[in-house]
């Protein structure tokens, strides 16, 4: 069965630093991995996926992911955090063609000015 | 082109009651998927519906239960209704015809409070 750890409940930065929240996965076969945003009493927005092709995914508000096989891992960096960038991050996996997608424990992230 | 809409936003029953949470999804979306938020178990998938029939269904007892109108909007039942239920439930649609790569668009939650 997949599934995603993320590492780190907690991240906090300061502004203009670089962000960055780690996504590691297990599946037994190729993943298709997602990032989702969520901000307070909101829903889960889309930052970014992966399916297939290049393994560096560029997303919304500056932020991206690679893929990296070898290491199962889908980290989102982003290079200058912004204050706006406060929120809840999730790493989520789904397989196949199945619509049951897993999600990670979720990190929590502060910046600070 | 409007977003996912969940109704209500905040609901509270007392244990051994039973509710019922709304789902619209955004137009021609065919599939709905529903989840549990909560602090200890995070985010959960309920189960999805795909053209008014269950397609895939998560871990959860039959007290949880759900349904799809042929217009795709969908509903989710609690019965008996316990503490532990008290969650933030979130809808999500899709297309639900391009497989597991697609993207899910989510409602803002229903707040469940279980007093």
């Known amino acids: 069965a997949q599934s995603v750890t993320q590492l780190g409940s907690h991240v906090s930065v300061s502004e203009g630093a670089l962000v960055l929240l780690r996504c590691n996965y297990s599946s037994s076969v190729p993943p298709y991995l997602f990032w989702y945003v969520q901000y307070p009493n909101q829903g889960l927005q889309l930052l970014l996926k992966?399916?297939?092709?290049?393994?560096l995914v560029k997303g919304i508000n500056g932020f991206e992911a690679e893929f990296k096989k070898s290491e199962t891992s889908f980290h989102l960096t982003k290079p200058s955090a912004h204050m706006s960038d406060a929120a809840e991050y999730f790493c989520a996996v789904s397989v196949n063609n199945n619509n049951d997608m897993r999600f990670g424990a979720g990190t929590r992230l502060t910046v600070k000015p | 082109k409007a977003g996912v809409t969940q109704t209500p936003r905040y609901l509270i029953k007392t244990r051994g009651q039973q509710v019922t949470l709304s789902c619209s999804p955004i137009?021609?979306?065919?599939?709905v998927s529903w989840y549990q938020q909560t602090p200890g178990q995070g985010l959960q998938f309920l189960f999805e519906y795909f053209s008014e029939t269950q397609r895939n269904k998560g871990n959860f007892p039959g007290r949880f239960s759900g349904r799809q109108f042929s217009n795709s909007r969908s509903e989710m039942n609690v019965s008996t209704l316990e503490l532990g239920d008290s969650a933030l439930y979130l809808c999500a649609s899709s297309l639900g015809t391009s497989g597991a790569n697609e993207e899910q668009f989510f409602g803002p939650g229903t707040r469940l409070t279980v007093l």
């Open positions: 992966y399916t297939t092709g290049a393994t």
């Open positions: 137009s021609g979306h065919r599939s």
